[in-house]
């Protein structure tokens, strides 16, 4: 019969304890009965009343013996597959039984964590006699980070139920949940090297033309600025860059700060912030940008030594938890290039420490968090933006930064389409 969902496994005497071998309630009861009836045959010289007043001791002493013996023989082994998956997609977890069968059916429990994504308990029961059982289950991980499965506690007995054992198998998978991403287009003006346009610096790279930068042509460009040599080798029209200097990429900040955020768990502003600057990362990357993921702090999100590759920075945003500061001052930015940074509530008088911090060009996508306060409408200006964020938007535009503001239900796209459409940022402006 399958174990009760409610239930945590057999019970054992003296408790629910792993590693321990016991005698069942029945057990205790027949080992009380064979001393009883035992003690009652010697006053009455009833040979064969001791006899089975004998048995009935011994047997259940037998039986924990056996449970003793088959406790130890119990080995498992799981294997997960895949060990790294984005948010909402599926695991499969296989176990592979090996002894313990012998005696009796044998209860498994597996430990998987509510946030691993496990719809219900993993519990399952091998029928007695089976060599070798297979069992599998699926997991589906709702929120990114990395998530230990296992270990497992194997329940079993002897044929008579007089004995019973609890084992935990040791060993443990660790499943890596990647956070969210969503496809973008195109990208902001003045962002990078390539000016918005895929391919561009590569075009620019040409043998005996490394110092022109390309792009497609665009409807409004001026046909002085065609690019002859490229729309030649490309097939299709391309304009000059020239007052476009090289940059050296794209540094990506992400406010982590946890007083710069609301709410709590799947719906919190860090969430959608991680899931933005995922999303920004893995397109600007797969448009041959070179990115940097930096946290508020300045230190890197992805681990030293790994590859500064879309694999690495959704691995680093995997792990990433909210910060104690409070500012955003700190070292300069690494690199040489544009900023585009995700930030939490910011005040104006932070800005300052900010832009100190910034090389290049910057791109602000700016949080409305009392969005995700505590589910109250934020109070809104005619210009349809949350007060609080209204001042801080205004004062990095008016530092030259092309910024957008993001509320709780937009998505990420529709938000980097409105950072597309921005002004290119003015550099020098203060």
């Known amino acids: 019969m399958a174990p009760d969902p409610d239930d945590t496994g057999p019970a054992l005497s003296g408790g629910r304890r792993a590693d321990r071998t016991v005698l069942s309630t029945r057990g205790r009861c027949v080992l009380a009965a064979g001393v009883a009836t035992a003690a009652c045959a010697i006053p009455l010289a009833e040979r064969d009343l001791l006899r089975v007043g004998a048995f009935g001791a011994v047997l259940p002493l037998l039986a924990l013996l056996l449970a003793l013996g088959t406790r130890r023989t119990v080995q498992v082994h799981r294997t997960l597959a895949p ?29 998987a ?100 930068l390309v792009r497609p042509y665009r409807s409004g460009d001026e046909l002085r600025r065609v690019h002859w040599r490229s729309t030649a080798r490309h097939d299709e029209l391309m304009v000059r860059l020239e007052e476009r200097p090289w940059r050296g990429g794209v540094t990506v900040l992400l406010d982590r700060r946890a007083g710069a955020h609301r709410g709590h ?5 860090l969430e959608w912030a991680v899931t933005f600057a995922a999303s920004a990362c893995v397109h600007l990357i797969e448009r041959g940008e070179p990115v940097e993921l930096v946290t508020e702090d300045g230190g890197a999100a992805v681990a030293a030594g790994s590859v500064p590759n879309a694999d690495g920075v959704l691995d680093g ?16 930015l690494p690199g040489s290039g544009d900023v585009l940074a995700v930030l939490g509530s910011t005040a104006v008088d932070e800005l300052p420490a900010l832009l100190a ?47 957008t503001v993001a509320a709780r239900g937009d998505r990420p796209g529709d938000v980097w389409d409105e950072l597309v459409a921005c002004p290119a940022p003015q550099a020098g402006v203060t």
């Open 83 to 111: 060990h790294r998956l984005p948010v909402g997609s599926a695991a499969t977890v296989t176990l592979q039984v090996t002894g313990g069968t012998t005696a009796g059916p044998l209860e498994l429990h597996d430990t």
């Open 113 to 212: 964590p509510d946030a691993a994504g496990a719809t219900a308990p993993p519990r399952f029961v091998v029928l007695a006699g089976t060599a070798g059982a297979t069992v599998r289950y699926t997991l589906h991980p709702m929120r990114r980070g990395v998530h230990r499965i296992g270990p497992l506690v194997a329940y079993g007995g002897d044929p008579l139920g007089l004995a019973e054992f609890a084992r935990t198998v040791p060993g443990t998978e660790r499943l890596l949940v990647l956070p969210r991403t969503v496809p973008l287009r195109d990208v902001p003006h003045a962002l990078g090297s390539s000016d918005g346009a895929h391919g561009a610096g590569a075009a620019g790279s040409g043998q005996g033309r490394s110092d022109v």
């Open 265 to 269: 768990g799947l719906s919190a502003s």
């Open 317 to 332: 945003l995997a792990t990433l938890r909210a910060s104690a500061r409070t500012d955003l001052g700190g070292p300069a």
């Open 357 to 403: 911090r910034c090389p290049g060009q910057g791109h602000a996508v700016l949080l409305d968090v009392a969005s995700w306060g505590s589910g109250r409408a934020p109070v809104f200006t005619d210009a349809g933006v949350a007060a609080p964020v209204e001042a801080t938007a205004g004062a990095l535009r008016a530092a030259g930064w092309a910024v």
